[in-house]
């Protein structure tokens, strides 16, 4: 039997507190979907915390952060994202078991970015000791900030799925989404043959979610691309605070070319099957499901 995701403590106790002072709004009418819509709006920031917090501290860094510190900016940004990391688990924000699905972003992330300033797609400030090569600590946390939304996400809006593709095949397409990012370097660029991979392993597959009372549901594909605008749009922020810098933006910052959102598309791929190992694909009750096909259900 697969377990549940549950709620952490902290998060059990806000939504105790907030069915209770939801407990008398509507359930029909233009009343309930603005409840259902604003629940929608706090469980998305909720899930975006680590992300957010992260990404507060950076511009914090590039508006305050005095250039003749004794601590390196970089090295400044990586405390403050373990601080932030830290506080989530002792705060109970994060469980042990979703600690680790970051780490393992972390570190695929951290690799990749070993890799990419190395052939210089991209490239941080050279101050600081907290770093490896030319990448500070702090990047790997831009990653995590993926993974930490994603098992967030899952739970907080009780994901699941009908027609999600076998484990094994979606392991096979993002193992070959990872490589790409690697190899298209040295040999031909394969991401729109992977698109194509991802359209038809995941296009028939529907992802059905909770806000408050109301059960709804949308193709899967639809929510990976929400995602990866999110993430670009997260992007332009780093970027403008000079988190990193791509070569053309050294010569005075302009906005993230539109084309990057098909590499965070792909990227989200690979966040999703590694969450998927840690929480499987559940499919929907039979009573929710069979109300879903009917446009949305009262749960």
């Known amino acids: 039997m697969i377990a549940r995701p549950a709620l952490t403590s902290v998060e059990a106790r806000i939504d105790a507190y907030a069915n209770r002072l939801l407990r008398s709004a509507p359930a029909t009418g233009a009343r309930a979907r603005l409840v259902e819509f604003a629940v929608f709006v706090l469980k998305q920031a909720w899930a975006c ?31 403050a994202a373990v601080v932030i990391q830290v506080a989530m688990v002792a705060g109970r924000l994060e469980t042990l078991r979703e600690l680790r699905v970051i780490v393992l972003f972390h570190v695929v992330g951290t690799v990749m970015e070993l890799f990419k300033t190395d052939v210089g797609s991209w490239m941080y400030a050279a101050d600081g000791i907290l770093r490896i090569g030319g990448v500070p600590l702090y990047s790997g946390f831009m990653y995590a900030a993926v993974g ?16 999600y593709p076998r484990r094994w095949l979606t392991a096979i397409v993002a193992a070959a989404i990872y490589a790409n990012f690697f190899t298209h370097h040295w040999i031909v660029d394969l991401r729109w043959v992977l698109v194509v991979a ?6 028939r597959t529907m992802m059905h979610f909770r806000f408050f009372r109301g059960t709804f549901r949308m193709p899967l594909l639809l929510a990976f691309a929400g995602v990866a605008v999110f993430i670009w749009l997260a992007e332009n922020i780093a970027t403008y605070a000079g988190a990193w810098l791509y070569p053309s933006q050294v010569g ?9 959102l098909s590499s965070w598309f792909l990227l989200m791929i690979v966040s999703v099957v590694l969450v998927a190992w840690v929480y499987p694909p559940r499919e929907p009750d039979a009573p929710a499901l069979s109300a879903a096909h009917k446009g949305i259900a009262a749960s």
């Open 198 to 203: 991802v359209v038809a392993l995941w296009g």
């Open 49 to 79: 915390v680590f992300g957010a917090a992260f990404l507060a501290a950076v511009l914090a860094a590039k508006l305050w952060y005095p250039d003749d510190a004794a601590l390196a900016r970089n090295d400044a940004l990586t405390i």
């Open 252 to 260: 005075g910052w302009h906005p993230v070319d539109a084309s990057k």
């Open 148 to 163: 930490s939304y994603m098992v967030r996400v899952y739970r907080l809006f009780d994901l699941r799925f009908t027609r």
